[in-house]
């Protein structure tokens, strides 16, 4: 699956430029690799894999005043992955889909990527 934003297809252009952040901060290896660890790939083709489904919980964080639904459209069409008649999975589809993922996978690649910025020579943050 292509990971880059489309330029110039679905999503606005701060939507983009968020989610090209998103694949840059957390690598698409390490989260294939944390997926395979956790044994969650998908087994056949679906409308949602797991991938897709990590970068979606990761969207709903940069935009939380979105619908399960919406947010999932945002992705998608940065992605250029929008189904020409606009359609995306159900509610019911993408909770699934969470599922299937699961807390674990998440949090073990958040934990590689996540770090403090503030050292102790920083002011207030100690």
Request: glycine letters at 8%.
């Given at each position: ?52 489904v ?6 709903l ?62 002011l207030?943050?100690?």
């Amino acid at each position: 699956m292509d990971l880059e934003p489309a330029v110039g297809r679905g999503g606005g252009l701060a939507e983009r430029a968020a989610i090209g952040v998103l694949t840059r901060a957390f690598p698409i290896e390490l989260v294939d690799r944390v997926i395979d660890q956790y044994w969650r790939r998908e087994q056949r083709t679906r409308a949602l894999p797991t991938r897709l489904v990590f970068y979606f919980l990761l969207v709903l964080c940069l935009f939380p005043q979105e619908s399960y639904r919406s947010a999932l459209k945002i992705l998608l069409g940065a992605f250029g992955r929008l189904a020409d008649d606009g359609r995306v999975p159900t509610n019911g589809a993408i909770v699934n889909a969470r599922r299937r993922l699961g807390a674990e996978p998440v949090e073990t690649i958040v934990r590689a990527v996540i770090q403090p910025v503030a050292r102790e020579e920083t002011l207030g943050a100690w």
